[in-house]
């Protein structure tokens, strides 16, 4: 034992010594106002620093500090060590204040911190009890509107995203959008999100969680001021309410509170008219044009296609394609319109094609002329054109084309083939369709006969009913049943996510009460839920088992658990329901 001692504290030693040593610097906020504070942190990763040094804080005031903690951590085999140094501050003045490095003294060494900027404003609201759950919540949750761009072209593809940043102090249990966010003056398609997972981004300088809720990409249809109207939301949040429970954890008070993102403005420049192609139809992006031809050489009535193709990204769904322009030998059909196009943030990527078909009617050799196509590229801010070559179609078999001396087209009789192509039927012979009557048919012998059947199963149906109805006890069961997976529905969709899950549990116990005995107990002891129970009639061997989930709920976040844990704890509050149903 001795020795497995020894080469444990072997390796933990190297591991601590080959990271490299590092004084490191962490503020709690960048931006603040004159009559808020900051916290701020200096850590070094290695054991045996010392002799720290803070700055001079010349601009700030300290509240509070210095703190001093030590952690030491070993995770998958690899060693973590923290000495910290944390002050609370507050600022002087207003302004671009810096907070010079600190240093500390390791093996002969100085290690030096970053500079820190910090951004000092005007004073802010601070209500008198500054943890009143709405000052609170509107502090750590913020509801955010992001544009990619706020000067697009008229046509040119931006896209708008919904974050919810939450910070570290608050949770949040549910949201629902109350008013979804309006795209006049806008071609708009809604961004799939798979999942919402939890990000950490900034915000105003600061650590946020964030979630993004809904993403759209957006194209302006005209120029003038566009105005993107918020979205709003009601969120139930849990807020720190300054106390512990008995075993240290922090109480939170559930509130509901609606947010709001800001309006965003969006001012589309208009396409330049200096160098604007004539046959320009809107298309804005960058963009590859092709024309092909199905088949060159052919006989007379057989069909060939010709396929013209715009392909990249831009805005694929709102311009029109090209016209082809054949010869009048050449029967030319109305196009055939497939788009392959998918929709994504970065805009709309993909192809646009038109088939036409055209039939020749006599021998010959024809020509296509070229085709053109122009768009618009909001990089470049230019025009371009894309031209494509002459195609020909060769008739190898068939009628002779015959003219006149003034090379006039003579119209002939087109033999019809049979197979693909006739001409338009222009007269019809109607002839008299004999039709039976419906008396004495079989439908009507069959409808005569029907109220006589129906009536003895309606009769069978009846007294089935009615016999389910006299089950009493089964009858509670069965909407008891149902009432528990109508609150776990959402439990059942986390099982496999620990955290998410036993919210999920924790809430649909709540919102079950709730609704039964008509009263708000997100905020109540569990001892005062068991009495409520006991004064409702409710046996104490249940009681004790709705008590047990809820508690197990709390402890289970921060215990490792398996799936199989998870199905057996779901299934235990989906029969304490069922049992509490039959009785309240």
Known sequence: MKFYISIFISLLSLSILAQEAEL???????????????????SVNKQGADNFTPPDFKDFRVIQGPSQSVSQSWINGKVSFSQSYSYILKPKRRGELIISPANIKYRGKTLNSKMMKIVVLNPVEIPDNPNDPNYIAQQNIHLVAETSKSRPFVGEGIYVEYRLYVSENVSVFDTSVTEAPQYNGFWNQEIKINGFPVKMGKYNGENYRYIVLQKALLIPTKTGKLTIDPMKMDIVIGVPTGRVDFFGNVITKNLKKEFASTKKIIRPKSLPLE???ENFTGAVGKFKFDVSLSKNALKANESSQIKLTVSGKGNLKLFELPTVETPAELEKYQPER?????????GITGSVTDTYTVVPQYKGKYKIPNIA???FNPNEK???????EDLFVDVLEGKELVTNNNSLIQKKTVISTGKNFRY????????????????????????LLL????????????????KRNRDVIGR????????????????????????????SLERALHNYLKAKLGIEIADISKEKIAQILQQRNVDKDTTKEFIAVLEHSDFARYSPITNTEMKQEFERAKLVIVQLDKQL
């Open 24 to 42: 490191k610097v962490k503020v709690s906020k960048n931006k603040l106002g004159l009559n808020q504070r900051l916290r701020i942190e200096f």
């Open 424 to 447: 338009i039927q222009t007269k019809s012979e109607f002839m008299t369709k004999d039709s039976a009557d419906f008396f004495k048919s079989n439908v009507f012998y069959l409808f």
């Open 373 to 375: 196509f122009s768009y």
């Open 476 to 503: 509670k069961q069965r909407r008891a049943e149902r009432l528990a997976k109508k609150y776990l529905s959402e439990a059942h969709k986390q099982l496999g996510k620990k955290e998410a899950f036993y919210e």
């Open 338 to 346: 497939k788009e392959r196009v998918r929709v994504a943030a970065d």
């Open 275 to 277: 160098n604007k192609p």
């Open 382 to 388: 230019k025009y371009q054109t894309i031209a494509t």
């Open 451 to 466: 109220p006589l059947i129906s009536i003895p199963i309606g009769i069978v149906i009846a007294k089935n009913n009615e």
